[in-house]
């Protein structure tokens, strides 16, 4: 099977060919820079599954896109954690299964090599907890909103990155406060730290997104 990795953490990328190499059936290609790339490796590679070193804060918009072009494209999230809501987020857009990065070596062979198969690798513990929480569905708009309000852009700068209208913004805004039980900016950016952004490491907002080029390498999504 060949394995498409996508991570920007050379210590990740260098331990992960050291420690898999001779270990397992997989052929690794590995991809760096943004995730726009991956869409281009997908096409040249035909993985048979695509693991994503992942970040809720940065990627939820990206990984999005991705499964929207590459449907047919079997994806595992690479993570420290995951919490309840981002693990529901990653079921609802089609991701095939979580493998954290403490993960035993063996465990994590046979995950990939299982979803390449065609199975669901999620942790019952996990899937558990999904179960018994208060989970909430966003859009993808939505999904590219919440890190942008939780990093504190205004109304114009979310406009201007996402290339929408400041009033559409204000809409969009006032359903997702309703849709998760918020007042205000400050009570949805909480609720992002405590329900979507898992990850030890919690890196800016996608560079280009903050230049206001989001429709760079992805089109806009759907409103």
């Given at each position: ?164 209208s400041d009033a559409t913004v204000r809409i969009y805004l006032s359903a997702l406060f309703r849709k998760l039980g918020v ?38 999504a759907s409103s």
């Amino acid at each position: 099977m060949t394995l498409l990795l996508f991570t920007n953490s050379k210590v990740l990328e260098q331990g992960f060919l050291t420690v898999f190499a001779g270990r397992s059936p997989i052929e690794t290609v590995i991809v760096n820079g943004a995730p726009a790339d991956v869409l281009d490796s997908i096409t040249r590679h035909a993985p048979s599954v695509l693991l994503f070193d992942f970040i809720p804060a940065e990627h939820f918009p990206a990984l999005a896109e991705i499964r929207r072009r590459a449907p047919g494209c079997p994806i595992v999230l690479w993570m420290d954690a995951v919490s309840p809501e981002a693990g529901y987020q990653a079921m609802k857009l089609g991701v095939r299964g979580i493998l954290k990065k403490s993960d035993a070596i063996d465990h994590a062979i046979s995950l990939l090599v299982r979803t390449s198969e065609g199975q669901l690798c999620f942790e019952q513990g996990l899937v558990t907890r999904f179960l018994e929480s208060r989970t909430v569905g966003l859009t993808p708009r939505e999904s590219q909103l919440v890190p942008l309000i939780a990093r504190g852009l205004k109304n114009k700068e979310i406009a201007s990155a996402l290339q929408l209208s400041d009033a559409t913004v204000r809409i969009y805004l006032s359903a997702l406060f309703r849709k998760l039980g918020v007042r205000d900016r400050h009570e949805l950016a909480i609720y992002a730290q405590k329900n979507l952004f898992s990850d030890r490491f919690t890196a800016p907002v996608l560079r280009s997104m903050l230049l206001g080029k989001a429709a760079g390498p992805f089109a806009p999504a759907s409103s």
